[in-house]
Nanobody
Framework: QVQLVESGGGLVQPGGSLRLSCAAS????????MGWYRQAPGEQRELVAR???????HYADSVKGRFTISRDNAKNTVYLQMNSLKPKDTAVYYC?????????WGQGTQVNVTS
């Protein structure tokens, strides 16, 4: 089992940047595929970006070219660098660790993009 704690959310103006972090504990971090998801009010939770244990990445079309996911296995942490933020990026961002059929979620961090 793994415990996940997200941080780095906040209020930012359109065009600004934020970097989210997700710190993992309780298991061997490097074996997990890690993902960032988001959920806006009244919307379903959606995949934003994912990185496999080997470092392969996948992005939602809506964030390609603006967001970058990365991981530091030595620090048991996955990051989401978010640039050129738009109001539609406003949501609660969640981190998820996946291994086989097991999945673990963090508690989420709020991102508000507004002028």
């Amino acid at each position: 089992q793994v415990q996940l704690v997200e941080s780095g959310g906040g209020l930012v103006q359109p065009g600004g940047s934020l970097r989210l972090s997700c710190a993992a504990s309780g298991s061997i971090f490097s074996i997990y595929a890690m993902g960032w998801y988001r959920q806006a009010p009244g919307e379903q939770r959606e995949l934003v970006a994912r990185i496999t244990s080997s470092g392969s990445t996948h992005y939602a079309d809506s964030v390609k070219g603006r967001f970058t996911i990365s991981r530091d296995n030595a620090k048991n942490t996955v990051y989401l660098q978010m640039n050129s933020l738009k109001p539609k990026d406003t949501a609660v961002y969640y981190c998820k660790a996946t291994y086989g059929t097991s999945g673990y979620w963090g508690q989420g961090t709020q991102v508000n993009v507004t002028s």
